[in-house]
């Protein structure tokens, strides 16, 4: 079905991965030093641009990126989440949308990360082709509620491009 030509469409997506000792933790491609724990995932577990990319692809309800990645996919192991944000982000452009800011939050006990807000802000800006000051980074604890994970929710807006 075709996505009608709105001027704009919202976007949401969520991701959470278990976080686990012996694992990198990558947020917004931004590796997070002095992390004690990762995330544990079938691809390189950047629940960032897993989140994002969830969020492209509800703007135009065009489903979730498990049904293009699947989780269960032996090929999927490992896998870049650029590559998986890229797709999403293709999808967009070829029903004519391009994203014009995002708003994201990650919900994370340790470490803290507001030294790291706009290394990540710049890289997600960078893989949608967004100035930074389009993508806002928000960071919560989750006050002990859990600790054991890392969460993400982001907005996107997305603008139909004329042409
Ligand atoms: O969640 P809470 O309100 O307790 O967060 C307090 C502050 O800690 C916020 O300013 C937030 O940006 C910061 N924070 C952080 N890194 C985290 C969690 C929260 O820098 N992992
Ligand atoms: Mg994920």
Redesign the pocket.
Known sequence: MTPAPLPSRIGYGEDAHRLAQGRALVLGGVPIPHAERGAVAHSDGDAVLHAVADALLSGLALGDIGQYYPDTAAENAGLDSREILAHALALVREWKYAPANVALV??????????L?ADIARNVAALLGLNETEVGV??????GLAPDHVQVRVTVLLARVEG
Request: no cysteine; glycine share 6%.
């Open positions: 990650v919900t994370l006990d340790r470490p803290k990360l507001g030294p807000r928000s960071f919560k604890t989750s006050e």
